[in-house]
């Protein structure tokens, strides 16, 4: 029987505070898609990284094919076989698909007839690319086809994927799966990552669950169910929410024909977007990221704000012109999808990033900053929706970003808005957390508030939205009520389906991420 | 395989670094003297003596060293609150200059009064004129997003070409001898001295108040803090609905407000009246305060200081030890690099790192 094609043993690396992998073993088969599975923190990544040479590990031995290595460095990964598609692409806008492969090979293979290898690899896995177009001219699910196109260049045995799928339509998924399998066939083994169990269980022959940086389990996850993997990856039962039926009220957040030009060239314009929140109702946006999310969201949050106030209507009152801080005024919330930057000061600690937003509850006193309320405030937002930070005194950017999410949505939901708009409200949080925060985001509706929900995870917007709509190239779809619809559904529309030809499209993308 | 050295962002500020990072600078400082001097064919212990000690020796010299300080301090923590928002004021010695010519041009207009309300008049209009020759790089910035880096540095010029313009001109003391000088302020017109027997004055207590107002603006009140949101992270601030207009307006306008009033106290102090230059440089070397100080007021009030005791000593040095001018500025100048340089130790410790061979990431 042939050796393993990668065995780790002991694998250990710890971060100054922090074990990120701790006597970690694993055995990796030729042919065989191999799911590492984990929630945020896990160290799944840095287990990736070790492998792929980018980081050194503290103890342990690696081997491959069954002799040991030593992998310093990418290089080193790559000669011996190792493919690594990243979760953040890395590659020029500015640059064609062919020379942005042509920079990550070896010279002796970036040479001429690049181009028809391209062609070549691309038929052959079913992943259509047009060696000569500008990848700035490409949807997210095109720009993953070139980083695996890249890597199959290399003839790999050994493709590391890092969360591949949040970036696609539930089609697109489907088409990458089968991309997968027809590799895994051909011998090339495939190292997974990802959180979604629904996922590993359609595609993956084994798993190694990681919690805490420690292996958890093994297991082969065709014959586990979802709860039984979501034990061994969080240490204990999914927790689901509670969703009742919804109890709509007046229309407290109303879009009325919104158009709005990009505001830089790899923007999107919005196109008479029309759009009704009701009090006490959760309307979610699904749709692939870049199809004009930013700029609806800039719109309504007041960051950018439009020319014709009456296109935004906040509890009938007309808000286009308005700023960020007057619509707050107005009891509007906003959860951004960048935490650190935007959401949150990274340098300023948790008590002035209360402050932030915050302001308005009582922690202020004639223009002068009431330190002790802050400290409050802050304090209940991090043990009401158990934030692990040190206190109100840590700085935002000592989070990890699942906790720092928790506590801006918490911040959020404390300043007891009307109308609440939510971007990406779990992305990049762990399992727990992420029900959690939509639970709050339920009870939330339940209380009255009209909620938009923003985000790219179809199970979170099914989950717990009442109606939902598609957004693709700045175009908004119909809202439909989610009895009505279904993932499929929603995967045509956020394939731009609903968009009738003919019509004028401000998007400089071509239809997004149809794999 | 080669060692290399690499700074490596630290998580948090380090407080130690903070107290170090000044104690190691003054030693490079001392080292690097010790060269200099020594290759200038000087003891550098007598230099040293001139510079740091000789200055401050008599009670006349201290006077003189918070005197300096003075307009420093009032300069600096007004910049500081801009730069703590990212508004790059760099024409402080025009604002200080348009203060100078209000404040001045009120006392020349009445140089015969009397009144007690002459010298608040003066003070009052001295601001006045710093906030307005800060606020047409604010204009500029927000209305056409004009750079107040350009701007504001070149309005530094038409300023001292102005007050060139008129101390030969309408305002020339037509009993000068034809020097371009106005006359003299009346006594109503001048800052009372504080020290007996030195020049210093009342404009120091107002300094100082001028800086902790500056230390409760930027620490305790929200419009401070959203200041310090809008130089941290301008997004954030756009985010939380601080307005970016009116961020640039007020660190602007404070930036003119203090270099105004230090240009009036010093055509009010030590001056006495108009001459066709009224700073040596305090409006420049204010930047350098504020952020020696690292744009905090406690930090600045030391930092002027030390500027201040810098001019003295240059001065003493080529006094006493016959130094060229050249060597003085040098010194100077590689004291407040250190200062400055040794502040990355703050945010950055140093690592011994093993380079890697070859390879980038894919």
Excluded at chain 1, 42 to 66: C, F, H, N, Q, R
Excluded at chain 1, 206 to 233: Q, Y
Excluded at chain 1, 282 to 296: D, R
Aim: hydrophobic share 50%; with cysteine; net charge neutral.
């Amino acid at each position: 029987m042939a050796p393993p094609r990668l065995q780790l043993h002991g694998i250990t690396k710890s971060y100054p505070g922090v074990v990120a992998n701790s006597d970690v073993s694993l055995e990796v088969l030729p042919g065989e898609i191999h799911a590492v599975l984990g929630e945020n923190g896990a160290g799944k990544s840095t287990l990736m990284k070790i492998i792929y040479g980018v980081v050194k590990p503290d103890g342990g031995t690696i081997a491959w094919e069954g002799r040991p290595v030593t992998i310093a460095n990418p290089a080193r990964a790559r000669r011996l076989g190792v493919g690594m598609v990243f979760q953040h692409f890395s590659l020029f806008e500015t640059l064609t698909v062919a020379e942005n492969i042509a920079l990550a090979l070896e010279p002796d293979r970036a040479g001429p007839g690049l181009s028809e290898r391209i062609r070549d690899v691309s038929a052959k896995y079913g992943l259509p690319l047009d060696p000569e177009r500008h990848v700035h001219t490409m949807s997210v699910g095109e720009r993953q086809r070139v980083e695996i196109v890249r890597c199959l260049l290399q003839d790999p045995k050994l493709l590391i994927m890092d969360e591949p799928t949040s970036v696609l339509t539930p089609q697109a998924v489907d088409k990458l799966f089968e991309t997968l399998r027809r590799l895994a066939a051909e011998g090339c083994s495939i190292l997974y990552i990802s959180h979604k169990l629904d996922e590993i269980r359609a595609l993956c022959h084994k798993a190694t669950v990681l919690r805490a940086g420690r292996v958890t389990g093994d297991c082969d996850p065709r014959r586990e169910s979802s709860s039984s993997l979501a034990r061994m990856m969080i240490g204990g039962d999914l927790p689901h929410p509670r969703h009742r039926e919804a109890q709509a009220g007046d229309a407290a957040l109303v879009v009325t024909d919104l158009s709005l030009p990009a505001d830089d060239p790899f923007g999107t314009t919005l196109t008479h977007v029309n759009l009704t929140v009701r009090a006490g109702e959760i309307v979610g946006i699904a749709g692939v990221s870049g199809n004009g999310q930013q700029e609806l969201l800039a719109a309504l949050s007041g960051e950018r704000p439009v020319p014709d106030a009456a296109t935004i209507r906040i509890a009938g009152k007309a808000v286009g012109r308005l700023d960020a801080g007057a619509r707050r005024a107005l009891r509007f919330a906003f959860v951004p999808e960048d935490r650190l930057g935007r959401g949150a000061v990274p340098e300023m600690s948790l008590a002035d990033n209360a402050l932030l937003t915050a302001y308005r509850e009582g922690l202020v006193a004639h223009g002068f900053i009431r330190a002790d309320a802050v400290r409050e405030f802050a304090e209940a937002t991090i043990s009401a929706y158990g934030v692990k930070a040190s206190g109100p005194d840590a700085a935002a950017r000592s989070l990890s970003g699942g906790n720092l999410q928790k506590f801006i949505v918490g911040r959020e939901i404390r300043q007891r808005p009307r109308v609440m708009v939510a971007a990406q409200p779990t992305w990049g949080v762990d399992v727990g957390a992420a029900a959690q925060i939509r639970q709050a985001l339920l009870d939330l509706r339940d209380a009255g508030v009209a909620i938009l929900v923003v985000s790219e995870e179809l199970d979170e917007l099914f989950e717990i939205c009442d109606r939902l709509a598609v957004i693709a190239q700045g175009r908004l779809s119909e809202v439909k009520s989610v009895r009505d619809t279904n993932a499929e559904d929603i995967g045509m529309l956020m394939s731009g389906s609903f968009i009738t030809p003919g019509t004028e499209s401000g998007h400089q993308y071509s239809p997004a991420g149809a794999i | 395989m080669l060692t290399l050295l690499k700074f490596e962002a630290r998580p948090e500020p380090s407080r130690v670094a903070g107290w170090i990072s000044p104690l190691l600078a003054a030693g490079a400082t001392l080292i690097v003297g010790f060269v200099l001097f020594t290759a200038m064919g000087k003891n550098p212990w007598v230099a040293f003596h001139a510079f740091f000690v000789k200055p401050v020796a008599t009670l006349y010299g201290v006077g003189e060293l918070l005197l300096k300080a003075t307009p420093l301090m009032l300069i600096a923590v007004g910049l500081a609150a801009g730069y703590r928002a990212n508004v790059w004021n760099i024409g402080a010695e025009g604002q200080l200059t348009m203060g100078a010519i209000f404040g001045g041009g009120v006392a020349l207009a009445l140089q015969e009064s009397t009144s007690p309300l002459l010298l608040p008049l003066m003070l009052v209009m001295g601001v006045a004129g710093g906030v307005l020759w800060a606020a047409i790089p604010a204009f500029l910035r927000t209305r056409f997003n004009a750079n107040e880096i350009l701007t504001s540095l070149m309005l530094v010029y038409v300023a001292t070409l102005t007050l060139s313009l008129l101390v030969h001109g309408a305002w020339r003391d037509p009993e000068g001898f034809n020097f371009p000088q106005s006359k003299m302020f009346g006594d109503a017109a001048m800052i009372p001295i504080l020290l007996p027997e030195t020049r210093l004055n009342l404009a120091l207590p107002l300094a100082l108040a001028v800086v902790a107002l500056g230390w409760l603006f930027m620490r305790k009140s929200l419009w401070g803090f959203r200041m310090r949101v809008a130089g941290l992270a301008p997004a954030a601030a756009n985010y939380a609905g601080i307005s970016a207009k009116r961020t640039v307006w007020t660190g602007l306008l404070i930036g003119g407000a203090c270099a105004g009033l230090a240009g009036v106290t010093e055509v009010a102090g030590p001056l006495g009246q108009l001459l066709p230059s009224v700073s040596p440089g305090y409006g420049f070397a204010a930047i350098i305060v504020a952020f020696v100080g690292r744009l905090h007021p406690v930090g600045i009030v030391f930092a002027s200081l030390l500027m201040s005791l810098l001019y003295l000593g240059g001065e003493s040095a080529q006094i006493n030890l016959a130094l060229p001018s050249a060597v003085t500025g040098l010194f100077q100048g590689t004291l407040l690099f250190f200062l400055l340089a040794a502040d990355v130790f703050i945010n950055y410790r140093l690592r011994v790192k093993r380079p890697r061979a070859g390879g980038i990431p894919a």
